[in-house]
């Protein structure tokens, strides 16, 4: 059995885990799927889960859960592993999952595989995918000694429309015993640090600059090149950290998401952090130095050379006629 | 307080890779190094935090011998001594191995705070801090871009970034771990003060205990694959910008 966990936050499920039930879905052969949700109160997310062709839902509702913690969904999940002890337990790859599934897997002293692009071979012979080196090289892992084994699936690897629905899927209580006096953080309400001011998600066409424009004053440079193509600048995490450019024109996991008609990566070699945010876009043109960069290969057009060079050729080209 | 921060050697960010003959590690001999880029933010949160409370920082690293380099700079930066498990067999481990061996080397010193980076810019498993964690009995929090002690000096608030620009502050007890992301501070670099001085600060080895295992086996390590086919465009920087245009507009109807 391939166990799912579901991420939901204020009774809204996080879209990302459909993405992780369409991969446990490809490597499952013979093995049904059940997923698993926690929470305070989630019986609608558990009835929006059970149409997805799973055998299971599992409900693992409790006062201590209402808010999220590494303690909290450690104590829950272990529980919940050990008696079903299923033979995967896949989870997206999300900053929550990253800030409790290490506790879930040391605490059970069983392997944890995360950030997976692919899975290879059916059942326990599975093999899997993920980017290693800032995504220079990707490796193929396989968890030692006996599961369950936990695997988290990288945002956008799997395609949640791939997920094949089903009849409505008989939807459980689990049992969950959470010693409150054991959860030792104490979480305050989520906030937003300002309004964001550039709505990025909007922009039909972006310019988005990374370390290979190596020094603030040379903004002008990647601004120009904006201007001209009518774009809006953002940037990749390194120059945001600079304080180069404000962190609302971040894209990548940490910031935001985009799909716009054009996306223009310079100087941005293509960490996996940053590609989650733009792969999506309808047409890539990268210009890196590097021609191995990671960007090249999420790219539909490429220039390898320097971008103190390019860039102002690009603007003196748009400007003629 | 008595601060540990976790540092981890990689590959340079300019490093070109190169395999072992049999594709299953980097050729090592090859590579250059550095320290990972969220272990230094994690460094310099670690010299702030001693600025302000007192106390000292205490560097902690697990693999072979090349990682002096990344230790020494961390002394020169202003680190006050370093714990090293030194193995040959570190250099290519998982997350859970170098858990387990650094718990094994820091459970006698009772740490305050431990703090590393979020991920390693190598095998980016993302896991290490929160294994070691868990091997030490201590609570957690991952991805932080802010670090309030408070006044008795009994708990820690950080911030915690979550995705798509929101953030959550958490309070804990000490002793605990943090995870810290890139850009929580500005990077100091070393003085030649502070390279002359890190000459003469102790680094403590320690033995890899016996009997631990691996958690996963890389089989193979390849150069990825490329999910669409690109168009690469060559030729003078005038002659590739005229080409770009032409095809943004003509084929791609994008400007």
Request: hydrophobic fraction near 45%.
């Amino acid at each position: 059995m391939i166990l799912v966990v579901a991420e939901q936050r204020d009774g809204k499920l996080n879209r990302a885990t459909w993405e992780t039930l369409a991969a446990a879905q490809a490597m499952a052969g013979t093995m049904p799927v059940k997923i698993v949700v926690l929470g305070g109160s989630v019986g609608d997310v558990a009835a929006e889960l059970a149409g997805g062709g799973v055998a299971e839902v599992l409900v693992a509702e409790n006062q201590a859960l209402a808010q999220y913690t590494p303690d909290g969904w450690t104590q829950a999940l272990r529980g919940i592993v050990e008696q079903a002890s299923p033979a995967f337990v896949l989870l997206p790859h999300t900053y929550t999952t990253r800030d409790f599934a290490p506790m879930l897997a040391a605490r059970l002293r069983k392997p944890l595989i995360t950030d997976v692009v692919a899975i290879s071979g059916a059942g326990t012979d599975a093999r899997f995918t993920r980017p290693m080196f800032q995504g220079k090289l990707v490796a193929e892992v396989r968890p030692q000694g006996d599961g369950p084994f936990f695997i988290t699936v990288q945002i956008g690897a799997y395609r949640a429309d791939a997920v094949v629905k089903g009849a409505a899927a008989p939807v459980s209580k689990a049992d969950v015993a959470v010693d409150q006096g054991a959860i030792r953080q104490k979480p305050e309400a989520p906030f937003q640090e300002a309004k964001q001011a550039v709505d990025l998600g909007q922009a039909e066409r972006i310019v988005a600059v990374g370390r290979g424009i190596k020094g603030q004053e040379h903004l002008p440079l990647a601004e120009k090149l904006a201007k001209a193509m009518g774009a809006e600048l953002a940037a990749s995490r390194p120059i945001c950290d600079n304080g180069w450019l404000p962190m609302e024109r971040q894209i990548g996991s940490s910031g935001q998401t985009v799909a716009p008609k054009l996306y223009v990566a310079l100087g941005i070699s293509g960490a996996i952090q940053h590609l989650v945010g733009m792969k999506g876009s309808r047409t890539i043109v990268a210009i890196n130095k590097d021609a191995d960069a990671p960007i090249f290969e999420v790219a539909d057009y490429g220039i390898v050379g320097d971008l103190f060079e390019i860039a102002p050729a690009i603007v003196a080209e748009l400007e003629k006629i | 307080m008595k601060i540990a921060v976790c540092i981890k050697q990689v590959p340079t960010r300019e490093w070109q890779p190169r395999l072992t003959d049999d594709k299953t590690w980097i050729r090592e001999q090859d590579a250059s190094w550095e320290m990972n880029e969220p272990d230094a933010y994690a460094l310099e949160e670690a010299l702030r935090l001693r600025e302000k409370h007192g106390g000292e920082v205490v560097v902690c690293s697990a693999g072979p011998s090349r990682v002096q380099q990344v230790i020494r700079e961390a002394l020169a930066r202003g680190a006050d001594r370093a714990l090293h498990v030194e193995d040959h067999a570190l250099g290519a481990a998982d997350a859970f191995l170098i858990g387990d061996a650094l718990a094994a080397a820091m459970t006698d010193e009772h740490f305050d705070l431990v703090l590393t980076g979020l991920q390693s810019d190598d095998q980016g498993h993302a896991q290490m801090g929160v294994v070691l964690a868990e091997r030490l009995g201590i609570p957690h929090s991952t991805i932080i871009m802010d670090v309030e002690i408070a006044a008795e000096g009994s708990s820690v608030r950080v911030k915690r970034e979550l995705e798509g620009g929101w953030f959550q502050w958490i309070t804990m007890p000490l002793p605990a771990l943090l995870t810290i992301q890139s850009g929580i501070n500005q990077l100091r670099y070393a003085t030649l003060k502070g390279i002359m001085a890190a000459k003469k600060k102790e680094i403590k080895k320690v033995a890899l205990p016996a009997g631990l295992q691996a958690s996963q086996q890389i089989l193979s390590l390849a150069l990825p694959t490329k999910s669409k086919q690109t168009r690469m465009i060559s030729g003078s920087a005038g002659d590739a910008a005229k080409e770009l245009v032409q095809r943004l507009r003509e084929e791609a109807r994008v400007l």
